[in-house]
């Protein structure tokens, strides 16, 4: 178990729809990233928070957007609900120092209808 | 676009057989990782990598990163149904951390008992 907890773990929306999604990141972390991974795919990269500022951005539409907050937990917020943003979303906890690793979470299953 | 190649995208042995997975770039990164997923979770971090030619060893594991630091590969010897799962590697072009980790398209790896 990395430590680093989504929710809610799944989530059925309907096209046109908003949804936020949660991410509590590991104790002593401070980088969140957030990662979408279509079905068969590997993860695609969505964007970063480091200190609560976004550091980073992926090859996503500006309706994906997120936020941090000073405890280092982390959200998603998708606007205007594709049927293609159906996936598994994927927090990554991580400390911004040298080579470290990330640990993910169970991820939530989004299935956009 | 995805930057890394993973070979094969599917296998399927037999229990005790030996088998190699591969992860190919044209791109440099500064360290490289192996993740291992199992359905409805995230992935869960085995290796990372960071020096060109470096060799890690993980009980019946092994893997290599490539001189030029553009590829890697996973060898697992004596193959266990426990082995079964999604093999994903990563690569990082910071040398802050991983931050924007790039995936592979996955390997699907299924031992037969």
């Known amino acids: 178990e990395t430590g680093v907890t989504q929710s809610p773990t799944h989530l059925i929306k309907t096209r046109g729809q908003q949804v936020t999604l949660r991410c509590s990141s590991q104790s002593g972390h401070n980088t969140v990233s957030w990662y979408q991974q279509a079905l068969g795919q590997g993860p695609q990269f969505i964007f970063q928070y480091y200190r609560e500022e976004e550091n980073g951005r992926g090859n996503f539409p500006p309706r994906f957007s997120g936020l941090q907050f000073p405890n280092y937990s982390s959200e998603l917020n998708v606007n205007a609900l594709e049927l293609d943003d159906s996936a598994l979303y994927l927090c990554?906890?991580?400390?911004?120092?040298?080579?470290?690793?990330?640990?993910f979470g169970q991820g939530t299953r989004l299935t956009v209808v | 676009t995805q930057l890394l190649e993973q070979s094969p995208q599917f296998l399927s042995i037999q229990e005790g057989e030996n088998l190699t997975v591969y992860c190919n770039s044209s791109s440099v990164f500064s360290s490289l990782q192996w993740y291992r997923q199992e359905p409805g979770e995230g992935p869960v971090l085995l290796v990372t990598v960071v020096t060109g030619g470096e060799v890690k060893k993980l009980k019946r594991l092994t893997f290599q990163f490539g001189d030029a630091r553009k590829d890697s590969s996973l060898h697992i010897t004596a193959a266990q149904p426990g082995d079964t799962g999604l093999y994903l590697c990563a690569g990082a072009r910071s040398n802050f951390g991983n931050e924007k980790l790039t995936f592979g398209t996955g390997t699907r790896l299924t031992i037969i008992p």
């Open positions: 990554a906890s991580s400390y911004r120092q040298g080579v470290t690793e990330a640990f």
